[in-house]
C-alpha cells in the first residue's frame, strides 16, 4: 500500500482476553500516543481520508480494559518526559506505573555530545539538551526517589548503535553503566533499550554485574542471545515486532528462556503487531502480541496471558 493510501485509522479492538487474568503492558509512552494520533490525523485529512480520533490516556486505559489489559509501566526517556510518566501513575493509581531513564540515544545528546549513526539522520538538539547527562540522570534519581510507589523500574536504558554512531559509543556505555548503578542503589528493575549492540549491552551487564530483574523491552535478539539472558535469569519483553515476518530468532527466543521470563507490551505508539504494522498502538492492542506469542510457543493465549500477567506482577512488585 502506497503511504498515500495506507491506513490511519486505530485498529480494530482484539476479542478481549478471557476474564480474571489481568494482563500489564510491560512497556508503552501512552502520553506520545496522543501527539501520534494526531498526526495521523493531519495526514489523513491532507490525503482525503476519513479523520482519526485523537484519544487521550484516560480513554486508552478505557479501552484496554475493555479487553483484559489492566494496567501499564509508562516509561519517560526523555528529561522533559520524566515528570509526564510520574503524574501518569498518580492520575492512575495501582493502574499506571513509571519506569524511568535518560534514553541512550538521549544520553549523548547531553552536553551536545552527539555522533551521527548509520540511520542517517541528523542529529537534532532540544533545549533541555543543555543540561548535562549527569543532571538529567540526576532528576531520574530525584524523582524515583520522591516517587517510590510510582516508580517501579529504571529504563529504557541501554546502547543504540543505529541512532548513535561509533565516536560517542563510549559515551553511551558510561550512561548505561551509571544507570545499571542506579538501578542497583535504588534496588528496582531495570529495562533495557538494544538496538543493534547486542554484544555491547551484554558485555557491559556482564562486567558490571546486571540489576537482580534485568529485562529486555522489545526484544530484538536470537534464540542464541536468550539462552545468555536464560543463564542469568533475564527477562524479555515481547513487541508487536514478535509478529514480523522475518523475526524467526525473536520467537524463537520465546521457548527458550520459558515462560516465567517472558512479558508483553506494546512500546506505543510504535511497532504495532501484524498486520497492522505502521498503525497507531496503544495497549488494547496487546492481545493481538499475545496471539503472536502464543502461536510461536503453540500454547494456549490464556496459558501465555496467565504467564506474563504474573511475571509482570512479580518482577515489577505490583
Known amino acids: 500500500m502506497s503511504r498515500h493510501h495506507r491506513d490511519r485509522s486505530w485498529v480494530p479492538d482484539p476479542e478481549p482476553l478471557p476474564e480474571g487474568i489481568g494482563v500489564i503492558d510491560d512497556h508503552t509512552h501512552m502520553a506520545s500516543v496522543v501527539?501520534?494520533?494526531q498526526e495521523m490525523d493531519r495526514q489523513a485529512r491532507e490525503r482525503g481520508q476519513d479523520p482519526v480520533p485523537v484519544r487521550t490516556v484516560d480513554q486508552q486505559l478505557e479501552r484496554a480494559r475493555a479487553v483484559g489489559v489492566v494496567g501499564a509501566i509508562d516509561v519517560g526517556c526523555e528529561l522533559p518526559h520524566l515528570q509526564t510518566a510520574v503524574d501518569l501513575a498518580l492520575a492512575h493509581p495501582g493502574v499506571v506505573h513509571a519506569a524511568l531513564a535518560i534514553h541512550p540515544n538521549e544520553a549523548v545528546l547531553h552536553g551536545h555530545r552527539g555522533v551521527p549513526g548509520p540511520d542517517g539522520l541528523p542529529l537534532k538538539y532540544q533545549p533541555w539538551h543543555e543540561a548535562s547527562f549527569e543532571q538529567a540522570l540526576e532528576e531520574v534519581a530525584r524523582l524515583a526517589r520522591a516517587y517510590p510507589d510510582q516508580v517501579v523500574a529504571i529504563g529504557e536504558t541501554g546502547m543504540d548503535l543505529y541512532r548513535t554512531g561509533q565516536g560517542a559509543e563510549e559515551i553511551q556505555r558510561?550512561?548505561?553503566?551509571?544507570?545499571?548503578?542506579?538501578?542497583?542503589?535504588?534496588?528496582?528493575?531495570?529495562?533495557?533499550?538494544d538496538r543493534d549492540a547486542h554484544r555491547q549491552v551484554i558485555e557491559t551487564l556482564l562486567e558490571d554485574g546486571a540489576p537482580e530483574c534485568t529485562i529486555f523491552h522489545s526484544y530484538s535478539g536470537n534464540a542464541q542471545m536468550a539462552q545468555v539472558a536464560a543463564e542469568h535469569g533475564w527477562y524479555l519483553s515481547f513487541s508487536g515486532t514478535v509478529?514480523?515476518?522475518g523475526n524467526e530468532g525473536i520467537r524463537q527466543a520465546l521457548s527458550v528462556v520459558?515462560?516465567?521470563?517472558?512479558?508483553?507490551?506494546?512500546?506505543?505508539?510504535?511497532?504495532?503487531p501484524m498486520p497492522y504494522r505502521g498503525r497507531?498502538?496503544?495497549?488494547?492492542?496487546?492481545?493481538?502480541?499475545?496471539?503472536?506469542?502464543a502461536d510461536a510457543l503453540g500454547c494456549p493465549l490464556a496459558q501465555v496471558a496467565k504467564a506474563t500477567a504474573a511475571t509482570t506482577r512479580r518482577v515489577y512488585g505490583l
Open 243 to 245: 509478529s514480523y515476518k
Open 258 to 272: 520459558g515462560m516465567d521470563h517472558i512479558m508483553v507490551e506494546t512500546d506505543a505508539p510504535y511497532l504495532s
Open 35 to 37: 501527539p501520534f494520533a
Open 280 to 293: 497507531i498502538n496503544s495497549p488494547y492492542m496487546i492481545p493481538y502480541t499475545l496471539r503472536a506469542m
Open 174 to 193: 558510561q550512561a548505561f553503566r551509571d544507570h545499571i548503578a542506579l538501578a542497583k542503589e535504588l534496588g528496582l528493575p531495570m529495562q533495557i533499550h
